[in-house]
């Protein structure tokens, strides 16, 4: 598809405050897109703000809270008079053996990933039908390889890759269009932050080519950008991940056998292993969950 300019467009992007969605705000900004930003820490958010070239505000507020992001959504409508484009890109994430994982912690994981992507999406595809809009939702390697040590990120990206190309086929005729977005180990706070545990580390390290290298995120986010400018059904953040598209029926397989050796080789240092979520945006998702308990 031809691009389209995204001069005076109305972007909303969720997970704004670091990492992709961060970066990804002020790249639409530079291009002439009004931004408004969501998420969880709304100090963060407003120094996000305050750098973009164009026009933005932001709002703090829980994907997986349904009445607070139709708020958002009805905000965002009366504060920039449309909504053209979406990008579902908060997440977070947790590593370990399942058996010994934090229930509360890979709950989360699915909710946030996607429960919250729904949400999002429900919340705004009113104002994107009225625009004929185009919703990105941000997936991952993890839809296509389910990896070890990663069980409820890989079903919650398996998960919101498959509601993603469901939806697609609902709303087209109304003019909407959906994409999803594949990143592969990219370098944000939620990377960093599951390298802290070594063996999380080693396993990644030991993964083939291309796989087991970290990515700079500026070059990813750029073909993020050419996806929603193309508003394209598939967007991808390293360019061997659209050859992954075409081999993964045999993943589950391979992985299988492979990650059973793997897991032999660590299995007298998984005890111990931190079970919570990680990085910065897992430590501020705690923080307010623990703020609203209170």
């Not at 704004?16 to 958010?45: I, N, T």
């Not at 809270?65 to 579902?88: L, N, S, T, Y």
């Not at 080519?209 to 750029?222: C, D, H, I, R």
Request: aromatic share 6%; charged share 25%; with cysteine.
């Amino acid at each position: 598809m031809s691009k389209v300019s995204l001069e005076g467009q109305v972007a909303v992007v969720t997970g704004a405050a670091r990492g992709v969605g961060e970066l990804l705000a002020r790249k639409l900004s530079v291009r002439g897109a009004k931004v408004a930003l969501v998420g969880l820490e709304p100090e963060a958010l407003k120094e996000v703000s305050e750098r973009l070239h164009s026009d933005s505000a932001y709002w703090h507020a829980d994907v997986t809270d349904h009445e607070a992001m139709a708020r958002v959504a009805q905000e965002v409508k009366e504060r920039f008079g449309k909504v053209d484009i979406v990008v579902a890109n908060a997440g977070v994430a947790t590593g370990g053996p399942f058996v010994d994982s934090d229930p509360d912690a890979w709950r989360r994981v699915i909710e946030v990933n996607l429960i919250g992507s729904a949400v999002t999406a429900r919340a705004f595809l009113p104002v994107l039908t009225e625009s004929r809009g185009y919703l990105l939702q941000v997936a991952s390697l993890a839809a296509m390889t389910p990896a070890p040590m990663m069980t409820a990120y890989c079903a919650s990206k398996s998960g919101v890759e498959a509601y993603a190309h469901s939806l697609r086929a609902e709303v087209g005729y109304q003019g909407v269009r959906v994409g999803v977005a594949y990143l592969s180990w990219t370098d944000t706070d939620m990377v960093r932050g599951a390298d802290q545990d070594e063996v999380m580390r080693e396993l990644r390290q030991r993964l083939p080519w291309p796989s087991n290298k970290t990515y700079p995120l500026g070059p990813a986010v750029e073909r993020i950008v050419a996806g929603i400018e193309r508003r394209s059904s598939h967007v991808y953040g390293q360019w061997w991940l659209r050859g992954m598209q075409g081999v993964r029926g045999y993943l589950p397989g391979v992985i299988g056998t492979v990650g059973q050796r793997e897991m032999r080789r660590f299995a007298d240092r998984l005890q111990g292993m931190r079970t919570g979520l990680v990085g910065a945006g897992g430590a501020a998702d705690e923080q307010e969950r623990t703020t609203l308990r209170n």
